[in-house]
């Protein structure tokens, strides 16, 4: 069973970056497609971004478009979210998710993805 582990949330003013990582327990991370999702106090859980396992294409929700990038190196078993620009509505606690293996299409539902860490908290202060 595959564990994912995140690292790198923190406390931020507007403005700043973060880059927080995802560390994968297994050879089989390069096998599967990997997502970002956060949750703010209050609200349900919510696709930020994908990767696919091959790093060929990625998608983004529309508020962080221009502003996040994700990314992964399958030799080290980690993924990555760099956040910049971050603004107070970014606070969330950030998961990190993978999917079955060898998945063809990039999906954004989070009953897609078998596979989530505990999560890394973000905050950012106006």
């Known amino acids: 069973q595959m564990r994912l582990v995140e690292s790198g949330g923190g406390l931020m003013q507007a403005g700043g970056s973060l880059r927080l990582s995802c560390r994968a327990s297994?050879?089989?991370?390069?096998?599967?497609?990997l997502a970002w999702f956060r949750q703010a106090p209050g609200k349900e859980r919510e696709f930020v971004a994908a990767v696919t396992r091959d790093s060929g294409v990625s998608e983004y929700m529309d508020s962080v478009k221009g502003r996040f990038t994700v990314s992964r190196d399958n030799a080290k078993n980690t993924g990555y979210l760099q956040m910049n620009s971050l603004q107070p509505e970014d606070t969330a606690i950030y998961y990190c998710?993978?999917?079955?293996?060898?998945?063809?299409?990039?999906?954004?539902?989070?009953?897609?993805?078998?596979?989530w860490g505990q999560g890394t908290q973000v905050t950012v202060s106006s």
């Open positions: 297994d050879y089989t991370f390069a096998t599967r497609n």
């Open positions: 998710a993978a999917t079955h293996t060898f998945d063809l299409r990039l999906r954004t539902g989070k009953g897609d993805y078998s596979y």
